[in-house]
């Protein structure tokens, strides 16, 4: 029996060589689509995380003796074999002193030499040169400065300079000129490793060892960091990234967006395969009663149809997989060139994990059998008999059948949960609305198809070719609804996506513009990762006040704290002076009391997130702990600033932060001038000043916003790639579609154009029959888009990150203007294969 079932299952497809291609095709296509983006998806993960670890200067695990001396450099090797670690890099670093007048009249008196392994140590941080070029492991008297340095010692590329060594004075040859030093400290001379053992007499040592972890997860990373500790004992300090930090929460919302883009392609290449296969299989109605006329059971018609569905998901998975992997490889190679660019991101080798393979294998196999199932067994229960009848027009009836009540109900629910605010119902009223939009899709196919048809016939054509089609249409709504459906989800990922960049693009641009709209920006090395900053004491501001053309001058003050027993960075502001230069942005309380009551009481203000996981509002009291011991606070209101918009936030007074911290030390600054003022001269006076606060970099506040537009541009222009790439599968499948329905349609094609239909006519009615279907799942698109982009939003919203939703009326024509083209694209090839047929062997065919 298994090998009838085979042999007919092989004739069959042999025999249809056309609609068997097409199948595979859509198998092809949808395996591919899956494959590629989540291909890209771990891969451009992994790169987003350590570049953007290695771009800010933060490691998950920095490892020292607890002496602060060099140690075997067989530790590092002990260290690289635990499982879990992404990078690991050793180095050996030792400050200098520099005798007087050692180099003239430059002030140096200490220089840090720090020996690294060149190729490890890029892959824990970030080495940006202005000129020259890198270290590399053989050589040895080459070396790396700072500008900064450089310009102190009237140094350029090719100079040499010199050091004093426990080898007496050693010369070394500059290669390379990094950018100005940010953090605080010696000036850095960088030498590759092997170079800096033998200067310092230290062969085969280190003093520091920086590590990078394969995950996010807070767990996995607690147990790879517990594994460390045991291995190393108690002789070894540990130094690690705190969840809590801005880099740790970008990295989890970067995990988090790619995977829920991932999640969209497995479900565009699902849909792609069930929708074409079934299809094949319900247009097999008159095959089906030909087995049964000539004495094929039930089970015979089911497993010649399932094997089918193996033979082509085989096929179509094997090429989609390898074909994935191609284009997945390519595009990951254009993005790469954009990324490095703007953001500084190193691609890498494609990620395959075991899990993909084996979840294309089955959506493609699988995926293909269960779409083939379904009809299969429904159409073998009929009678030969009734097998065999042409397949009837739907009734209007039927039509607005038990799916269609059962779809409106589930429309219903969706815009009910939309109302409630619960983001965990809005997100299950996607899913309804979605369900629900195919159900009813049926009951929408004819109103819809007779409005754009009306349309396009006054436009357009006006010789019946519009309700010809529209009439094809509304003979079989259920197939023309399933069709749709496919333009559906993808316009409606498109529209979902596209408008919640949009939303945030818009919104986080006006939070920086309120956050960091002064003048000029002071700002420490490591913004928002306060506490590795070192700041300044309050002569600074004094003297920045005194600069000429200045207005205002507000500065930022931090602690670190518990809120309730939960982690929080403390930032002192001025509550008189910080409205004057910048803005919170205000989810509740308001903002022109809530200033006033920092100033006057024991209140404070909690940014989004901390409010997100806390459940604290507006009103409420709250402990913080202080080196006074543990005082009782009220929160004014809730809102927060730019900087420290992904970690727990807290904003009190200058004066509280005195009084219960004893902190005076300002880390960050904003000044505004006068309207009137010369900013060319203001700045000079700014950075004469700050000649003696290397720990700072001054940024004029209209540079650091175009930068910061810049950067979203480049990482939204990446999500852009990736709308490109969902909205493919809807193109291929209409066109695949379209092309079997032209092939089922082959003898009512030759009765056009034997009653005298010509080929233009004939080509005419197939266009607008695909523009009308690209009309219907284009309408129903944008509907169910616009929910999954208020859903996108809300979960930001409810995970403490606000974001005003704007309308995306841009996204929308671009949508409209997609999916009618889709539809004219998709139309082309069934068209033309329309308008060729021969009519004697088209009213033969079958």
Not at 526 to 538: F, L, P
Not at 643 to 672: C, P, V, W
Request: aromatic letters at 6%; charged letters at 15%.
């Amino acid at each position: 029996m298994l090998k009838l079932q085979l042999i007919l299952a092989i004739r069959y497809l042999w025999g249809r060589k056309l609609r068997t291609l097409l199948t595979t095709l859509a198998i092809f296509f949808g395996t591919m689509v899956v494959f590629a983006t989540n291909l890209m998806m771990p891969t451009m993960l992994k790169a987003f995380e350590s570049n953007l670890l290695a771009a800010s200067g933060q490691v998950d695990i920095t490892i020292s003796h607890e002496t602060g001396e060099a140690f075997s450099t067989r530790i590092l090797n002990q260290v690289k074999t635990i499982p879990g670690i992404r990078a690991i890099s050793g180095s050996l670093s030792r400050p200098i002193n520099i005798p007087a007048d050692f180099y003239g009249t430059s002030k140096i008196t200490a220089l840090t030499l720090t020996g690294i392994d060149p190729q490890d140590a890029r892959t824990v941080r970030s080495y940006p040169l202005e000129e020259g070029r890198f270290l590399r492991s053989s050589e040895g008297n080459n070396a790396l400065i700072t500008t900064s340095l450089a310009k102190k010692l009237n140094l350029e590329l090719g100079d040499k300079l010199t050091l004093p060594t426990t080898d007496g004075m050693i010369t070394l040859r500059i290669i390379g000129l990094q950018p100005e030093r940010a953090m605080p400290g010696n000036e850095e001379v960088l030498v590759s490793l092997s170079e800096a053992q033998k200067l310092l007499d230290l062969p085969k040592r280190i003093n520091t060892i920086e590590i990078n972890f394969n995950t996010t997860d807070e767990a996995q990373r607690a147990s790879i960091q517990n594994e460390i500790e045991a291995l190393l004992g108690d002789d070894f300090s540990l130094g690690s990234l705190s969840s809590q930090s801005e880099i740790f929460a970008s990295m989890k919302m970067g995990q988090a967006a790619f995977n829920l883009i991932g999640f969209l392609a497995m479900f565009m290449g699902a849909f792609i395969i069930f929708n074409t296969f079934r299809t094949i299989i319900a247009e097999r109605r008159h095959d089906i009663g030909m087995l049964r006329t000539i004495g094929a059971n039930r089970r015979t018609i089911v497993g010649i149809i399932l094997t089918e569905g193996f033979i082509q998901g085989v096929v179509g998975t094997s090429l989609g997989i390898f074909a994935g992997y191609i284009i997945g490889s390519y595009v990951m190679e254009l993005m790469g060139t954009m990324l490095t660019q703007f953001m500084n991101v190193q691609i890498g080798a494609p990620i395959i994990q075991p899990s993909l393979i084996i979840t294309t294998i089955f959506l493609g196999v699988g995926m293909t059998i269960l779409a083939g199932l379904l009809p299969a067994v429904s159409a073998s229960r009929l009678s030969p008999l009734e097998a065999l009848r042409p397949t009837p027009p739907e009734t209007a009836h039927k039509t607005a059948g038990l799916g269609v009540y059962i779809g409106a109900g589930l429309l219903i629910l969706a815009i009910l949960a939309l109302l409630t605010g619960n983001i965990g119902l809005i997100t299950l009223g996607g899913l309804c609305l979605l369900i629900g939009l195919v159900l009813v899709a049926p009951a929408l196919v004819r109103p819809i198809a007779l409005v754009f048809s009306q349309l396009i016939t006054s436009i357009l054509v006006r010789d019946g070719t519009g309700s010809l089609a529209q009439n094809n249409l509304s003979r079989q709504p259920t197939r023309a609804a399933v069709t749709a459906s496919a333009t559906m989800i993808g316009l409606a990922i498109i529209v979902g996506l596209g408008g919640a960049i949009s939303s945030i693009t818009v919104g986080f641009m006006q939070v920086v513009e309120r956050s960091l709209g002064s003048d000029y920006l002071i700002m420490p090395p490591s913004v928002a990762v306060w506490n590795s900053d070192v700041g300044a004491k309050q002569d600074l501001k004094k003297k920045l006040k005194a600069v000429p053309g200045v207005s205002v001058v507000s500065t930022l003050r931090f602690a670190s704290s518990t809120l309730d027993g939960d982690a929080v960075n403390l930032l002192g502001i001025d509550p008189e002076t910080y409205p004057q230069v910048a803005s919170l942005t205000f989810q509740e309380g308001d903002p022109s009391t809530a200033y006033q009551e920092l100033d006057e009481s024991q209140t404070l203000i909690i940014n989004g997130i901390t409010s997100a996981q806390t459940g604290l509002v507006t009103g409420d009291w709250v402990r913080i702990s202080t080196p006074t011991g543990q005082k009782d606070y009220q929160i004014a209101a809730v809102a927060g600033d730019y900087l420290n918009a992904k970690i727990m936030t807290a904003y009190i007074s200058h004066s509280n932060m005195s009084r219960d911290f004893h902190k005076e030390e300002d880390i960050f600054y904003q000044i505004n001038a006068f309207d009137n003022a010369d900013p060319a001269h203001v700045q000079q006076k700014l950075e004469k000043i700050l000649e003696d606060y290397p720990q700072f970099n001054l940024v004029s506040g209209k540079d650091y916003l175009a930068e910061t537009k810049t950067l979203f541009d480049a990482v939204f222009a990446g999500y852009g790639v990736l709308l490109a790439v969902l909205s493919v599968p809807s193109l291929i499948a209409m066109l695949n579609t379209l092309t079997i329905g032209v092939l089922e349609r082959t003898r009512e094609i030759g009765m056009l154009r034997a009653i005298g239909a010509t080929r233009k006519q004939v080509r005419r009615i197939v266009v607008i029959e695909s523009v009308l279907l690209a009309a219907i799942g284009t309408a129903l698109g944008l509907l169910a888009g616009l929910y999954l982009g208020y859903i996108i939003l809300q979960s930001l919203t409810t995970g403490g990150f606000p974001v005003d939703y704007s309308f995306p009326y841009t996204g929308l024509i671009a949508a409209v203007a997609t999916g009618l083209f889709f539809g004219v694209l998709a139309a082309i090839i069934p068209a033309r294969q329309a308008s060729a047929m021969v009519i004697v062997k088209a009213l033969r065919y079958e």
